[in-house]
């Protein structure tokens, strides 16, 4: 059974930085695309950032772009989200999902098969 575990949330001051990691069970993890998405209270679970399996393509959304990074390490199953620049509309919880998918990475939580069970991230003005 695949298992994602995420780390790294946190309370941080606005304008502050956090690295947020997925560290993954996954036999072959370059046989996945992956992505990042968040939760805030009472909202809906949005698309923030994905990654192709080589590491050589990603994608953000928006409000994200220019601020935070998805890279992927490989040989460690790892995935990560560095956030910086962060300001009181990045509180959230922060969820890793996987994509069993060499061909393509995605935006819609429809096309994801696995995911984790999520790391507060908690960002005060």
């Known amino acids: 059974q695949v298992q994602l575990v995420e780390s790294g949330g946190g309370l941080v001051q606005a304008v502050g930085s956090l690295r947020l990691s997925c560290a993954t069970s996954?036999?072959?993890?370059?046989?996945?695309?992956m992505g990042w998405f968040r939760q805030a209270p009472g909202k809906d679970r949005d698309f923030v950032a994905a990654?192709?399996?080589?590491?050589?393509?990603?994608y953000y959304a928006g409000s994200v772009k220019g601020r935070f990074t998805i890279p992927r390490d490989n040989a460690k199953n790892t995935v990560y989200l560095q956030m910086n620049s962060l300001n009181t509309e990045d509180t959230a919880v922060y969820y890793c999902?996987?994509?069993?998918?060499?061909?393509?990475?995605?935006?819609?939580?429809?096309?994801?098969?696995?995911w984790g069970q999520g790391t507060q991230v908690t960002v005060s003005s």
């Open positions: 990654i192709n399996w080589s590491g050589g393509k990603t």
């Open positions: 999902e996987a994509r069993a998918s060499r061909s393509s990475f995605a935006t819609s939580r429809v096309d994801y098969n696995y």
């Open positions: 996954v036999l072959t993890f370059s046989n996945y695309a």
